[in-house]
């Protein structure tokens, strides 16, 4: 079996220290950005198997980014979830309508947060 790739792109470092923790712990790799540019060309030049997406984002939101990164016909297929703090009442529906697979919110739920990636990953097609 193939190594795992996730791709955070968080720009809390706190957020970033436990995501990370939380991955290598389930035997994932993680790649890292602070924010949506640095994200997208990660992505181009590592094509993880999945991508977390922080949306409010300095500069080009999270959600922007899902956009382009649905528009490339490279990255479309990668799944991306959605992070985000500010939960609000719709935010979901606009995560899904960019084209996010699915929506996280934060504070995580460190216990069961592996088992959330689970149905989003691409793996498990090998």
Sequence with gaps: MTEKVVLV???NMLNMKLIRSLLQR?????????????GL????????????????????????????LKEDPILREIPVLALTAHAMAGDEQKALEAGCSGYITKPLDTRN??????????WSEE
């Design 41 to 68: 060309a990660v992505a181009h030049q590592s094509r993880p198997d999945l991508i977390l997406m922080d949306i409010q984002l300095p500069g080009m939101d999270g959600l922007v980014a899902t956009r382009i």
């Design 113 to 122: 947060f592996l088992n959330t990636l689970e149905p989003f990953t691409r």
């Design 9 to 11: 792109v968080e720009d």
């Design 26 to 38: 389930g035997k994932y790799r993680v790649l890292e950005a602070e924010n949506a540019e640095a």
